[in-house]
C-alpha cells in the first residue's frame, strides 16, 4: 500500500473549520501529561496527520516540518490530512489495518490556527479505529516555537536518538484500498423509490433542510456495514456524503473528472443501491463543503 511508517503523527492546522477542530478532541480526552514520553517512544514508527489552512503552502509546511521532525530524531514516514483519515468508515478501517501492518505505535496531534498559536500532542496509538490510547497520558506543546521547545527538553531529559535512516521527503497518504464498485451512469428517478440518507456532523437544522428538499419518501438513517439492514427495509438507494481533500477523494474513488485544488477539501454525494452496492458520484463542478447545496444540484437531475 505504502511505504514505511514510525509514530502515528496527527498534524493539524486549525482554521479549516469548525468540524476539523473537532476531529482533533479525540487526543485531548486524557489531558494527562507524561513527562517521560520521549524518553519511552522517540524513534518509534510515525505518521503524521494534518490539516492546516488551505490559504497556506501546505506542501512547504510539511517539507519543513518533516526537516524539523526528523533533525529530532522523529522517523515520520507517513503524513495525511486528517479530514482524510474520516472519509468514510471504511477508509478508516483500511488505513488502521495498514497502520498496524506497519507497527505504528504513536500518535501526533499537530494543530496549527495562527503562526504564534501552535499545538501538539504526543498520544499512544491503540491499533483501533479511535486511534489514541486514553489509559496512557500525552505530552503537549503550546506557542510559537514548539519545536524548539521540544528540542530543549530532548536535550534537558539526555534522550537520543535510536534511529538515523531517516525518509529524506515527507510521503503524504492520498490513497488506501477500499472495495472496488460499480459506478452508476444513468442517474435514477425517485418517485417510487425509499430512499435513506446518512446525516453525520451536521446541525439538527441542516438536516431539516436536506430532508424537505426531497419530494419522495425520504428518512435518516445510520451508516451500516452491512447492506442487508436497508433492503430488508424497504430502502432502495442510500445517500452518503464524504468529505475529504479532493486528491484523496479523486484517488480513493477513481473521480479522475473531480475538479479542484488537490489539497483543498470538498464534499461530494454519493448515492449506492442497497442490493448491487452500485454507485453514482455528484459533485458541483465548483467544488463545495455545503451539503444543502450539493443536495441541491443533485436532486435537479432526479426530479
Known amino acids: 500500500m505504502f511505504k514505511k511508517l514510525t509514530i502515528i503523527f496527527l498534524f493539524i492546522t486549525f482554521k479549516v473549520s469548525a468540524q476539523n477542530n473537532d476531529l482533533g478532541l479525540v487526543f485531548f480526552k486524557n489531558n494527562k501529561e507524561n513527562k517521560s514520553f520521549f524518553k519511552e517512544n522517540l524513534g518509534k514508527k510515525t505518521i503524521l496527520f494534518f490539516s492546516f489552512d488551505e490559504k497556506k503552502n501546505q506542501i512547504k509546511t510539511i517539507n519543513n516540518t518533516h526537516q524539523k521532525l526528523t533533525s529530532l530524531g522523529f522517523d515520520v514516514i507517513n503524513y495525511i490530512n486528517i479530514v482524510d483519515f474520516y472519509i468514510s468508515q471504511e477508509v478508516q478501517r483500511q488505513l488502521v489495518e495498514y497502520f498496524n501492518l506497519r507497527g505504528v505505535e504513536i500518535l501526533v496531534f499537530y494543530q496549527k490556527e495562527r503562526e504564534k498559536e ?36 530532548l536535550l534537558s531529559t539526555n534522550t537520543k536518538q535510536t534511529t538515523f535512516l531517516f525518509s529524506p521527503d515527507p510521503e503524504i497518504i492520498y490513497n488506501i484500498n477500499v472495495k472496488k464498485r ?38 435518516e438513517v445510520e451508516e451500516k456495514v452491512d447492506y442487508r439492514f436497508y433492503f430488508s427495509n424497504g430502502i432502495n438507494y442510500v445517500i452518503k456524503f464524504l468529505t475529504g481533500t479532493t486528491e484523496a477523494l479523486k484517488n480513493i474513488y477513481n473521480l479522475k473528472e473531480l475538479k479542484g485544488v488537490g489539497y483543498k477539501k470538498q464534499t461530494i454525494l454519493v448515492l449506492e443501491n442497497t442490493i448491487s452496492q452500485n454507485r453514482y458520484y455528484h459533485f458541483n463542478e465548483t467544488p463545495t463543503i455545503n451539503k444543502i447545496n450539493l443536495t441541491k444540484t443533485f436532486l435537479k437531475h432526479t426530479q
Open 182 to 219: 460499480t459506478r452508476i451512469k444513468n442517474l435514477p428517478k425517485f418517485k417510487k423509490q425509499e430512499l435513506g440518507i446518512v446525516l453525520e456532523n451536521v446541525t439538527e437544522e441542516t438536516k431539516k433542510q436536506i430532508l424537505s428538499l426531497f419530494n419522495t419518501n425520504t428518512i
Open 118 to 153: 501552535i499545538k501538539i500532542r504526543f498520544c499512544n496509538y491503540n491499533n483501533k479505529i479511535t486511534l489514541v490510547d486514553e489509559t496512557k497520558g500525552g505530552y503537549s506543546f503550546f506557542g510559537e516555537n514548539v519545536f524548539y521547545e521540544i528540542k530543549k527538553d
